[in-house]
């Protein structure tokens, strides 16, 4: 083995984390996430950075990776808008990394809304860790504001911006410029 060689590359929940089409942070987010390294108030509690585990959005005793990301309350509001009815005890029930995978991976048949999902589902994700920030560290928590309108305002610019960045094909033949 080569020192310094950075191995997750190899990591196939990698290879379907690298193809998420969305902000590169976000996608760190998700490897960090799959990988169960975040720091949760259970985590910081562990490493005595705190002596409260509590989840500061909901108080529930032990704010881990699954209570952030699938049981509290916002999580179990945002998931119920976003899953079929039938499919939602199935869709709470995988592993974080087989989660993470089978909605990534293209294939996945728990949104109500297909288009776009791998981003929504990410990007949801994302928004539920930056919620849970703001309870947990901002002076003056409650103004994150509504986490499916931040979703789908970041899903719109990342499909106004590669808008922009295709070529431009005049509406009646001609060739393409850009
Ligand atoms: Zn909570």
Not at 98 to 119: D, H, Q
Not at 144 to 165: E, H, Q, Y
Request: charged residues 20%; positive net charge.
């Amino acid at each position: 083995m080569r020192a310094g060689y950075d191995y997750s590359i190899l990591d196939p929940v990698w290879k379907i984390i690298q193809k998420f089409p969305g902000i590169p942070r976000v996608k760190s987010f998700l490897w960090i996430l799959c990988k169960r390294k975040l720091i949760t108030n259970v985590e910081r509690s562990n490493r005595h950075f705190t002596i409260c585990s509590r989840c500061a959005v909901c108080g529930f005793v032990s704010e881990d990776i699954e209570h952030i990301f699938k049981f509290c309350p916002p999580a179990r509001q945002v998931w119920s808008e976003l899953i079929v009815p039938e499919k939602l005890h199935d869709f709470l029930s995988l592993g974080i990394s087989e989660w993470i995978c089978a909605n990534l991976g293209g294939a996945c048949s728990f949104a109500r809304y297909v288009e776009n999902w791998i981003l929504v589902f990410g990007y949801t994700l994302w928004n539920f860790w930056l919620h849970r920030n703001d309870f947990t560290f901002s002076n003056a928590p409650g103004n994150f504001g509504n986490i499916c309108d931040r979703t789908k305002a970041m899903v719109a610019s990342l499909d106004r911006s590669t808008r922009l960045l295709r070529p431009f094909r005049p509406a009646h033949g001609g060739a393409a410029i850009g």
